[in-house]
T-cell receptor
Framework: DVKVTQSSRYLVKRTGEKVFLECVQD?????MFWYRQDPGLGLRLIYF???????EKGDIPEGYSVSREKKERFSLILESASTNQTSMYLC?????????????FGPGTRLTVT | DQQVKQNSPSLSVQEGRISILNCDYT??????FLWYKKYPAEGPTFLIS?????DKNEDGRFTVFLNKSAKHLSLHIVPSQPGDSAVYFC?????????????FGQGTTLQVKP
């Protein structure tokens, strides 16, 4: 059973703080993804990684960075949190197989920036 | 540029009736499509998928139809149950990307009334 865990379910941070969101998967998946979910906008891809130390920008990377030092762990970093980064953040992983496209999601982190 | 669109933000149906959720896409490179279901405060969970070589895929009460010429897919739930009340996201991907990246729609909130 695939499990994707995220370090916090709820987080409250102040404007300007550096924020770390951690994601760990236990299925040896090559691909990992960070999304944010906002009402009416769906899931928007921030960054993804298809291998250790590899990363690619998604559709909305501004204000974010990522780190993937180990295969099972993918971190999202908000360098200087702003109120418009208040959102639900979702991490996902998937295997690198052409017959398997399903992504497995973690429970999400509800981040509030005040 | 919204490559995957769900034009109906919400849908309400009576228990036992059919629910039809729609999704349109613009990128002809997409060749696999997925539907996810999301409850509040949880991560999305995979529901059903279809590849572009098929026009229909069925799994129990859930059927996905793909019309490639119209770049349109739909999810049918028959019969609808109150536990189906959730946000439904369609997603699309391209095998050629080799990254497992998916593009998600904005989501449709389904309410099934007892």
């Amino acid at each position: 059973d695939v499990k994707v865990t995220q370090s916090s379910r709820y987080l409250v941070k102040r404007t300007g703080e550096k924020v770390f969101l951690e994601c760990v998967q236990d299925m040896d998946h090559e691909n990992m993804f960070w999304y944010r979910q906002d009402p009416g906008l769906g899931l928007r891809l921030i960054y993804f990684s298809y291998d250790v130390k590899m990363k690619e920008k998604g559709d909305i990377p501004e204000g974010y960075s990522v780190s993937r030092e180990k295969k099972e762990r993918f971190s999202l970093i908000l360098e200087s949190a702003s109120t418009n980064q208040t959102s639900m953040y979702l991490c996902a992983s998937s295997p690198s197989r052409q017959d398997h496209y399903e992504q497995y999601f973690g429970p999400g982190t509800r981040l509030t920036v005040t | 540029d919204q490559q995957v669109k769900q034009n109906s933000p919400s849908l309400s149906v009576q228990e036992g009736r059919i629910s039809i959720l729609n999704c349109d896409y613009t990128n002809s490179m997409f060749d696999y499509f997925l539907w996810y279901k999301k409850y509040p405060a949880e991560g999305p969970t995979f529901l059903i998928s279809i590849s572009s070589i098929k026009d229909k895929n069925e799994d129990g009460r859930f059927t996905v139809f793909l019309n490639k010429s119209a770049k349109h897919l739909s999810l049918h739930i028959v019969p609808s149950q109150p536990g189906d009340s959730a946000v439904y996201f369609c997603a699309a991907g391209a095998i050629s990307s080799n990254t497992g990246k998916l593009i998600f729609g904005q989501g449709t909130t389904l309410q099934v009334k007892p």
